[in-house]
């Protein structure tokens, strides 16, 4: 049986609290956020792009993404940052250190959440699996896509991420205004070299992680599971798993 804790990976500040390549400090994702919004006095607000620009003036932005992520009939857009501050090595700026979701309307902030994701750079057995990842899914090539697979009027985030020799997909819903882990590829497998749509069911979509690296299996040989989604349970389930 599949030691179902979640260890949560991804950020992967993936599961183990290993120290990583680059000597980051280790940082699991988690299902928690930091709900802590900064005080107003701080940063005036005018327009939420000038909010961004006057609290992240030294991040660099990544990648912005526009959703509706918890249900509400606001703006919902999540922002991956890069903080030059916590560059160790080159090629540091390639990483994803700060995840935040941000709801705001026009008059002003609503909430913002910080998610615990977060990747070191990728060298190319990554930026290859993401390549194979995305293109099943239809989506860009990015350390992240964010897809209402399950139909649920929801769009949920797949985020890829490394940790030393950890590599792995984390998939995240909001469920009652908190984080669900929907999917932690971790469980399964360490190094995973491909997230697959396998078919789309009135009951939901079917995946397939294909992982590498097990010290069981034979050079050349990968290890797969098929994960269905189960609305009861509201995250995907192992229904199937082998050897190729």
């Known amino acids: ?3 179902r804790t979640i260890l949560l990976l991804v950020g992967i500040a993936m599961v183990c609290g290993c120290s990583g390549r680059t000597g980051e400090s280790s940082e699991s994702i988690s299902a928690e956020t930091d709900q802590n919004q900064p005080e107003e006095s701080m940063v005036e607000w ?3 792009e000038s909010y961004i620009e006057n609290r992240f003036e030294n991040f660099n932005i990544r990648y912005r993404e526009k959703g509706n992520f918890t249900g509400s ?3 919902e857009e ?3 940052f890069e903080d030059p501050e916590r560059r160790l090595n080159l090629g540091d700026e390639d990483k994803i250190t700060d995840v935040h979701l941000f709801i705001y309307s026009n008059e002003g902030l609503i909430k913002e959440e910080q998610l615990s994701l977060f990747t070191l750079p990728y060298g190319d057995s990554e930026r ?3 390549l194979r990842s995305t293109e099943s899914f239809e989506v860009e090539p990015r350390p992240y896509f964010s897809l209402d697979l399950n139909g649920n009027g ?3 985030i797949y985020f890829f991420g490394l940790n030393g020799i950890l590599f792995g997909v984390l998939g995240i819903e909001f ?3 908190e984080i669900k882990v929907i999917l932690d590829s971790s469980i399964y497998t360490k190094i995973l070299n491909t997230l697959e749509l396998i078919k789309e069911t009135d009951e939901g979509p079917v995946l397939r992680l294909v992982g590498e690296g097990n010290a069981q299996l034979s050079p050349g040989q990968k290890d797969w599971y098929e994960l269905a989604w189960d609305t009861d349970e509201a995250e995907y389930v192992l229904i199937d798993q082998g050897i190729q």
Do not use: D, L, P, Q
Request: proline content about 0%.
């Open 73 to 75: 009939t606001f703006n």
């Open 78 to 80: 999540i922002i991956f």
């Open 46 to 48: 005018v327009s939420f």
């Open 154 to 156: 929801r769009n949920e």
């Open 1 to 3: 049986m599949i030691n």
């Open 128 to 130: 290859e699996a993401v």
């Open 175 to 177: 469920h009652n205004e």
